[in-house]
């Protein structure tokens, strides 16, 4: 074994001894999830450290009614829909935006590709599907800059970008206040910076510690959780710091106020958290899609015996659920967290549960 590994390990194993009872670490983000699979991170940790999967998947996260909001824009004749890859799968009430099989629906790559597809289209009302958080959002505040200069008329987003740290709040307020510890997600704290999560250490003290992707960057975070409540301690700590600055990306930032206010937006398995979501400010509305057709964007209930709510609380493991790896599987998802490649349950089907 290399010696950095032992070593950490050593100094996990001591901390948990010194703890003395059973914790529960949430990794917020998907891409976490993925990575401490994929690298065995989670057959290193000693017994005792249990990695919970959060609420840090774009596609997971959000909630019924804009998939079934989004499938029913689909169905109309004037409008062209675009979205990332991932959530032309994710099942709405009926079916999914794959299964329509709409020539007006379109997998980008980027915000770019879809105001791209508006200056191509100039007889339809482009609609992005703007999802995910701080780490995303930015990207669509430039395409609406870009918009704005252009004078590009047909293009609207339908907005469901998420705020990262309102869920957390939300997690410890009522939905899962077992969580001890924050492995926080390396892509958005670039954008809002390690000192957005002081609120989460200070009000409810629980530790936080940014970490990249690197095997050994995630399991000196987890190390650092460890010594931290083995020592009675919650603070914010980074071991991101070649990417991730403590007032985070300014600029980004900036670009988010003048487009973007929070407000009490749904979310999958959460519920409505009090400043949890982006909308467009009121001086931008005419790129906003809901606004421009004059739709009320549905209140759809999850998939019948789905647990992905709870899930993405950390309040159940993906095999628990009763549909998993049975009737809900990676080709035929019920689900969005079996869908999304940052999925848990898809996460957990690939590996097993290593």
């Known amino acids: 074994m290399n010696p950095s590994i032992e070593l950490i390990r050593n100094r996990l194993t001591d901390a948990v001894q010194k703890i003395g009872r059973s914790i529960q670490i949430m990794e917020v983000c998907g891409t976490h999830t993925v990575a401490l699979f994929r690298h065995g991170i989670r057959s290193l940790l000693p017994e005792g450290v249990r990695l919970l999967s959060g609420p ?79 780490t995303t959002a930015p990207a669509t505040a430039v395409v609406l800059q870009q918009a704005l200069a252009e004078g590009i008329r047909n293009f609207t987003i339908l907005c469901a970008h998420k705020l990262v740290i309102p869920a957390m709040k939300a997690l410890l307020e009522g ?38 992707f690197e095997p050994m960057q995630m399991l000196e975070g987890i190390a650092r959780i460890c010594e931290q409540i083995s020592s009675g301690r919650a603070c914010v700590e980074s071991v991101y710091q070649a990417a991730v600055r403590p007032a985070g990306n300014e600029i980004a930032l900036k670009l988010l106020e003048e487009f973007f206010e929070p407000w009490d937006g749904p979310w999958r398995g959460l519920g409505r958290i009090p400043g949890g979501t982006l909308r467009l400010k009121k001086q931008y509305e005419q790129f906003d899609a809901a606004k421009r057709l004059d739709i009320t964007p549905l209140d759809s209930p999850e ?52």
């Open 175 to 212: 939905r899962n206040d077992k969580i001890d510890a924050f492995l926080c997600p390396g892509h958005v704290s670039v954008i809002i910076g390690s000192d957005a999560y002081r609120p989460i250490a200070e009000m409810y003290h629980r530790p936080c510690v940014v970490a990249g």
């Open 56 to 134: 840090g998947c774009p596609v997971c996260v959000t909630d019924q009614g804009t998939i079934d909001t989004l499938l029913e824009l689909a169905k109309r004749p004037d409008t062209l829909i675009t979205t990332y890859g991932d959530m032309i799968r994710v099942p709405g009430s009926r079916t999914s935006l794959e299964k329509l099989h709409r020539p007006n629906v379109r997998v980008v790559l980027s915000t770019d590709d879809a105001l791209d597809a508006a200056r191509k289209n100039p007889d339809k009302l482009v609609v992005f599907a703007a999802v995910g958080f701080e």
């Open 303 to 354: 998939p019948a015996g789905c647990l992905c709510g709870r899930v993405l609380c950390g309040l159940v493991e993906p095999p628990s659920c009763p549909l998993f790896a049975k009737t809900c599987n990676p080709d035929h998802p019920v689900g969005p967290c079996m869908v999304s490649t940052e999925g848990a349950c898809s996460a957990w089907y690939k590996y097993r549960g290593r």
